[in-house]
């Protein structure tokens, strides 16, 4: 019998849509605690064909995002739904179908929109508490005004609990007065079995990715995975790139964007350069052969567009070291600086191409590179389901204390 999470408490678990990261931690929960928890979606991105504006097509995930645990939609009213604008997630039943299930309380990711704030109200009114899940960081963007403070202050006080993911978020929320014992570490993580470098069809795909795209067996490939978006800054990667000139090395895109067009034509204006090569946007069962073709994984987002950067522990988990810029929000808890990966200064424009030179340079030697994978190893030790489920089962005693 499951008596781990048997907290005697109903959470009902208010959630935009189906996502490739939170559904297989919701159907851990189910399987491995006595959690009893509802999720209520908003919208059916991600198990319906629908258009995402940064990949420039239409999505539809390969991977099962609903079975294994309990969920239901509840119907969005708006005619534009997403999270783009207040109005995307308008779901004028949500309260009446939480209040249907009974919950003793609600945790809720986001507060930006109109549904949630509507859940938010009704459970205030009916003293439900409230767990609070966000990512969100200062990185770069220096103190904010007087008037969001103020906001945010006043938002955040009407949460009971705050799951933070790492140590720029939990330092956004003491920003706006969140006390200590208010806070509750629920590292963001993805999930293991799906990301597993032993699986032997993840290195078959890796080898056949390999020859498809017309690269020699032992050519050092830094790859790029995600929206190319000018944020994610894969322009200034390629730039980097090329300004090392280093033989028997290629640099691989995977994605899709409005920048994708502007780096074919770089790329193509510079043949005699090292092979530069794209690949289309992958769904998630196709990712982990991705990671493996890659001796070095580079997200250089700057600005606070990269809340957290779960790419990088996907890459992680398959032994690929990571170079990421300092204004990703998961740096300081994954990358840490010649150990398990690489960090650029984003102010300095030389600092990505030095660091991508310093990452390649070390990775040459089968000693230095078996350093920095051991050393990540032990870090993704502490980025799994089971850690992120202490953090949430913490969060939940609390309230009875």
């Known amino acids: 019998m499951k008596t781990q999470g048997d907290t005697g408490m109903r959470v009902a678990v208010v959630l935009s849509h189906p996502t490739q990261y939170y559904s297989p931690w919701f159907r851990w ?42 969920s239901e939609f509840v119907p969005n009213a708006s005619g534009n739904p997403g999270a783009e604008h207040f109005m995307g997630f308008n779901n004028p039943g949500l309260t009446r179908h939480i209040g249907a299930w009974r919950p003793d309380a609600m945790l809720i990711f986001g507060y930006k929109w109109a549904s949630h ?40 006080s009407q949460f009971a609990s705050f799951l933070y993911v790492g140590a720029a978020n939990r330092e956004y929320f003491e920003a706006f007065g969140v006390p200590a014992r208010k806070l509750f570490l629920a590292p963001h993580s993805v999930n293991a079995e799906l990301f597993d470098r032993d699986n032997p069809d993840h290195r078959a795909g890796a080898q056949r990715l390999r020859a ?62 090292p092979p530069i090569r794209f690949l289309p946007f992958a769904n998630q069962s196709e990712m982990p052969s991705r990671y493996l073709l890659a001796e070095l994984f580079v997200l ?8 957290w950067g779960l790419s990088v522990n996907e890459a992680m988990h398959m032994g690929v070291p990571c170079l990421v810029s ?59 389901y089971a850690k992120t489920t202490e953090g949430l089962l913490s969060a939940l005693a609390a309230l009875k204390a």
């Open 29 to 70: 929960l189910r399987s491995h605690t006595a959690l009893h928890f509802r999720v209520f979606y908003l919208w059916d991105f991600g198990v319906a064909k629908r258009h995402d504006p940064n990949f420039g097509r239409s999505i539809l995930w390969d991977v099962d995002l609903l079975s294994g645990y309990d």
């Open 117 to 156: 704030l509507r859940a938010i109200g009704w459970a205030r009114r009916r003293g439900i508490p409230i767990l609070f899940r966000g990512d969100s960081h200062l990185l770069g963007r220096g103190s904010p005004r007087l008037l969001v403070r103020a906001a945010l202050r006043a938002m955040f």
């Open 212 to 273: 498809e795209l017309g690269l020699e067996p032992g050519a050092r490939i830094v790859l790029f995975a995600g929206k190319l978006v000018e944020a994610k800054q894969p322009a200034e990667l390629l730039a980097a790139f090329l300004g090392l000139r280093m033989t028997g090395t290629a640099l691989v895109f995977v994605g899709e964007g409005p920048e994708k067009a502007t780096l074919q034509a770089l790329a193509a204006g510079c043949a005699a350069s």
């Open 300 to 307: 250089p987002s700057r600005g606070n567009y990269e809340t």
């Open 326 to 384: 300092d204004r990703v929000g998961c740096q300081r808890d994954l990358v840490a600086n010649g150990e398990t990966g690489w960090v650029f200064e984003s102010g300095d424009p030389g600092s990505l191409g030095r660091t991508l030179a310093e990452a390649l340079g070390q990775l040459g030697s089968p000693v230095r590179r078996e350093e920095v994978r051991r050393a990540i190893d032990l870090r993704m030790q502490g980025y799994t």
